[in-house]
């Protein structure tokens, strides 16, 4: 079992596209993690959490995401608010002490508000038989979220805390998704 960490990029802004392409390159049996270009793990260790995530809750959980400071979905936003806070030693901080407090705990993330994409976690297999679906950039990750859902659990992992920039300065701002 491998998990193979990608930072998706598709300059016809086909996200959906892009990640069944990303997934059809792998084994069914691997899994694939991936990131927002805006966002970065903090615990240097998060490459064994993970495993360990997939090893003890892989066969129960169809696919993952994770906690971080700045998304649509307050679920995965530490004390369920988004942070104004870009000072990356505060979030380091968050990271340690989340990963202290919850490392291997998985919550099923069903039934939600779409999650955000900010980091998905699946195994090849399972993104080959319920596809990412939708054109352009947004929604793709809340199709997902939906269609996996539908057939099994999503896991939320506690423990696992990214730092994502997500539109800092101006929350509204989509430019970069035309």
Known sequence: MAIN?????TPD??????????????????????????????DPYFGQHLEKIVENHGDEFLAFTCMTNRVGNLKQCHQRKMSSNFDLMHHLKIAEARKKEYFGTVLDFRPSPPMSGVMILSKVSTIKKIPFRGAGMLGVDNNFHQDISEKGKFGLILGVYLFHKY????????????
Do not use: S
Not at 20 to 41: G, H, L, P, T, Y
């Open 13 to 42: 802004k086909q996200l959906a596209a892009h990640y069944n392409e990303q997934a059809n390159r792998f084994d069914d049996d691997d899994w694939i993690c991936f990131v927002d270009a805006d966002a970065m793990f903090l």
């Open 167 to 178: 539109r800092a300065g101006n929350i509204n701002n989509k430019t970069h998704l035309k």
């Open 5 to 9: 960490f990608i930072i998706p990029f």
